[in-house]
């Protein structure tokens, strides 16, 4: 699988934006640009993916660099419920091989101090 | 519909006791999976069922593992003569086929401290 590189931890004041990094040198052609956040004591919560072009929703924007090899998660105002491990992950969407598979690194601990 | 249903929230059993988990997925999915994670650790890959076929089994999952998904609905998940290894989160989580290319759901998970 593809692996993505993320800082173990940031920090961010509430009612701030967020930018959460993420290099993934090694993407291919078909791999989507999956980020999920884990809020303590929960299970992971899909936030956005992508593939090429900058995505928004409700949650949270995703900068896509040109070449692909970076991403970006961005919080537009963190709040003190946003303090949570992200994870970025490349899901394979080619036919065959294990496309149904997420595979987790250790993710980005956030801190949002108030 | 509530999201994805794990029980029990909490489990403490003694080692080389067998324990169960259950998963509720959302009904309208037909794909379901199994996740461990450790503490300072991302999930991990444990199994995945489409429908009431398990697909494919992770080298994480020993002999001592097994998992089922009786017609196609609530899936279990049992841990024979429990180690203290064995201690961790599980979590479940389901999709649809036809969303390869969006979210998974999460349960809150399972977790499990063997003594």
């Known amino acids: 699988d593809a692996k993505t590189t993320q800082p173990n931890s940031m920090e961010s004041n509430e009612e701030e934006p967020v930018h959460l990094p993420c290099n993934h040198s090694?993407?291919?052609?078909?791999?989507?640009i999956h980020w999920y956040r884990q809020l303590p004591s929960q299970g992971p919560e899909y936030v956005i993916h992508g593939l090429t072009s900058n995505v928004n929703n409700r949650m949270a924007s995703l900068a896509i660099a040109e070449d692909r090899k970076s991403s970006t998660l961005i919080l537009h105002r963190a709040t003190l419920r946003d303090a949570a491990v992200y994870y970025c992950?490349?899901?394979?969407?080619?036919?065959?091989?294990?496309?149904?598979?997420?595979?987790f690194g250790k993710g980005t601990l956030l801190t949002v101090n108030p | 519909d509530t999201g994805v249903s794990q029980d029990p929230r909490h489990k403490i059993t003694k080692r080389g006791q067998n324990v169960t988990f259950r998963c509720d997925p959302i009904s309208e999915h037909n794909r379901l999976y199994w996740y461990r994670q450790t503490l300072g650790q991302g999930p991990e890959f444990l199994t995945y069922?489409?429908?009431?076929?398990?697909?494919?089994k992770s080298r994480l999952l020993s002999d001592r593992f097994s998992a089922e998904r009786p017609k196609g609905s609530f899936s279990t998940l049992e841990i024979q003569r429990t180690e203290q290894g064995d201690s961790a989160m599980y979590l479940c989580?389901?999709?649809?086929?036809?969303?390869?290319?969006?979210?998974?759901?999460f349960g809150s998970g399972t977790r499990l401290t063997v003594v």
């Open positions: 992950i490349l899901r394979p969407t080619g036919s065959g091989g294990s496309n149904y598979k997420l595979t």
């Open positions: 090694t993407i291919s052609g078909t791999d989507y």
């Open positions: 069922f489409q429908n009431e076929a398990q697909l494919e």
């Open positions: 989580a389901s999709s649809l086929r036809s969303e390869l290319n969006y979210g998974y759901t």
